[in-house]
């Protein structure tokens, strides 16, 4: 892994203004960002060419399973269902070790230093079974790669909380360990209100966000979206819930989805698109004309709504591919949201960079002077070339310092 710092980054192209910019840059930051000059190489400087990339800010992931990824070999045939694939990796879990998970988590990682992300968010299982094994392993990871990737770990009770004895503490003492925000899958526990209480008390007194597993179904009356808008006012968390899956929502008749979508731009409720978990899950009741499973990401964002997506899950019983990149995730929302302007794919790199760091409750994440100087480069002519062809030259910029570069 290369380390070499640099002054300036020469004739990158602004995929926001589609000019050629360079970007100087001293002690970590963001110095001073304008049009590219002239023979800039030749310039006394320790120079990177980007000519021929693009650069944005660093790539986000809103929402990754890493202590489920690559568990596709252990399981003896595909799930048929979200029941079964939730039954199907319940039943690994007694054989999980620390080594394990961390061996699993440090390879999902990997892969999302080498397509640019800098900013992850990933869901950690706590449960009676795991413990906190899950988290220790996450923390650890954390602290070691924490001048790679800046990590977030949402403590998630994957199989409830009510109905498994002891989930309770355990998830007070993630907070005491430095959770960074509270999960929550009302839909796999006895009683979807006494959840989410919970869920928001727990938040609320902590002073962390909540990040919900929420409504993946076709099942236009599952709707629990209702009761976290309120929630989210009750508990004064407005611009901190944010909501994966959300996929009964688009089964429901446009009018009545229209009004939940208002209900939560007002909320200021983010919404995390996993589509390639969710394509492959849902729909699989439909004979025919069969729904695509996904939330309604046009009508959220015509709502106001921040909508940003995920890879959620790599090569499991929940989504048996899979490559941690991103941008792969654009082109499948691109296909399947009907999303093909150069407009959209603008607002799909935005979507894993600006808003998606928006949503884990970062401001800031652009390119400025004052801003670290953390961006990915990323070898494409123009923003439509970078979401469609998924360019594997990446460079991968923290601190002013080169840290991965990938072909």
Same mark, same amino acid.
């Given at each position: ?13 602004d995929p926001s203004s589609g000019e050629k910019i360079d970007i100087e840059m001293r002690d970590g930051a963001i ?11 030749? #310039? ?52 999980? %070790? ?10 999902? +990682? ?22 906190? +094994? ?11 790669? *924490?001048?790679?990737?800046? #990590? ?61 597993? +929420? ?20 508990y004064g968390l407005e611009g901190r819930v944010c909501v994966g899956h959300l996929t009964s929502l688009g089964s ?64 499991? *019983?929940?989504?048996?591919?899979? %490559? ?24 799909? +790199? ?52 080169? #840290?991965?570069?990938?072909?």
């Open positions: 892994m290369e380390t070499r710092a640099f002054d300036l980054i020469a004739g990158a192209l110095l001073g960002i304008a049009p590219a000059a002239p023979g800039a190489s030749a #310039l006394e400087k320790c120079v990177f060419d980007a000519s021929g990339f693009i650069v944005t800010p660093g790539l986000v992931e809103t929402h990754i399973h890493l202590d489920k990824a690559f568990l596709s070999e252990r399981l003896e045939r595909p799930a048929a269902n979200l029941g079964e694939a939730i039954a199907m990796t319940a039943a690994l879990k007694p054989g999980y %070790t620390l080594e394990d998970v961390t061996a699993r988590s440090r390879r999902a +990682l990997d892969r999302a230093l080498s397509f640019g992300v800098a900013l992850l968010r990933a869901q950690v299982e706590i449960d009676p079974v795991l413990g906190l +094994l899950s988290f220790e392993s996450a923390l650890a990871l954390k602290e070691e790669l *924490a001048g790679s990737i800046a #990590l977030q770990l949402v403590a998630f009770p994957q199989e409830g909380i009510f109905n498994c004895a002891g989930t309770e503490s355990l998830l007070r003492e993630a907070v005491s360990r430095g959770a960074d925000a509270i999960g929550g899958i009302p839909y796999n526990d006895r009683d979807t209100a006494e959840h989410l209480d919970f869920v928001f008390r727990l938040a609320a007194d902590a002073g962390l966000p909540v990040d919900l597993h +929420l409504d993946f179904s076709d099942d236009p009356e599952q709707l629990a979206i209702l009761d976290v808008i309120h929630r989210t006012r009750e429901v008749p446009p009018e009545h989805a229209r009004r939940i979508a208002d209900g939560m731009a007002e909320a200021g409720i983010h919404v995390f698109a996993l589509p390639a978990t969710d394509l492959y899950l849902n729909g699989r009741g439909d004979t025919h004309a069969v729904r695509r499973g996904i939330t309604p990401v046009s009508l959220l964002l015509d709502a106001g709504v921040n909508v940003c997506y995920g890879t959620n899950n790599l090569r499991n *019983a929940f989504t048996p591919f899979g %490559t941690g990149d991103p941008l792969d995730i654009a082109l499948l929302l691109a296909q399947t949201a009907y999303m093909g302007t150069p407009g959209d794919a603008r607002r799909l +790199l935005d979507m894993c960079t600006g808003r998606a760091a928006k949503a884990l409750g970062v401001e800031g994440w652009t390119l400025r002077p004052g801003a670290p100087a953390d961006f990915a480069l990323i070898r494409a002519d123009c923003v439509q070339d970078l979401v469609y062809d998924r360019p594997r030259e990446r460079v991968s910029i923290r601190g002013g310092k080169l #840290l991965t570069r990938s072909v």
